[in-house]
Nanobody
Framework: QVQLVESGGGSVQPGGSLRLSCAAS????????MGWYRQAPGKQRELVAI???????NYADSVKGRFTISRDNAKNTVYLQMNSLKPEDTAIYYC?????????????????WGQGTQVTISS
């Protein structure tokens, strides 16, 4: 079993910063890509940023230059540094990871998701 747990959400004023963390735990063999997605009220979930196992990154156009995704492989953790936050960044942010896990005898590769963390940008 694998779990992803996000932290670091909250409420800040426009122009402020937040840093989200997502720690993966459980019977992990390896972690491939990890990413952050968000879902605003009444909207579909969208990709925010993604990072590969080789640290290649991609960002949604709306966050380029403001957000930075990084990972600490030793801690099985991915981060999202969010600067110059705007009201339109308000959403629930979800962490996702493409992870190989094991039961001891079997190996399984699949996407796992965290429970989400609320980010609210408001004056």
């Amino acid at each position: 079993q694998v779990q992803l747990v996000e932290s670091g959400g909250g409420s800040v004023q426009p122009g402020g910063s937040l840093r989200l963390s997502c720690a993966a735990s459980g019977s992990i063999v390896s972690i491939n890509r990890m990413g952050w997605y968000r879902q605003a009220p009444g909207k579909q979930r969208e990709l925010v940023a993604i990072i590969s196992s080789e640290d290649t990154t991609n960002y949604a156009d709306s966050v380029k230059g403001r957000f930075t995704i990084s990972r600490d492989n030793a801690k099985n953790t991915v981060y999202l540094q969010m600067n110059s936050l705007k009201p339109e960044d308000t959403a629930i942010y979800y962490c996702s990871g493409l992870i190989t896990s094991t039961t001891g005898t079997l190996f399984r590769l699949r996407d796992y998701w965290g429970q989400g963390t609320q980010v609210t940008i408001s004056s």
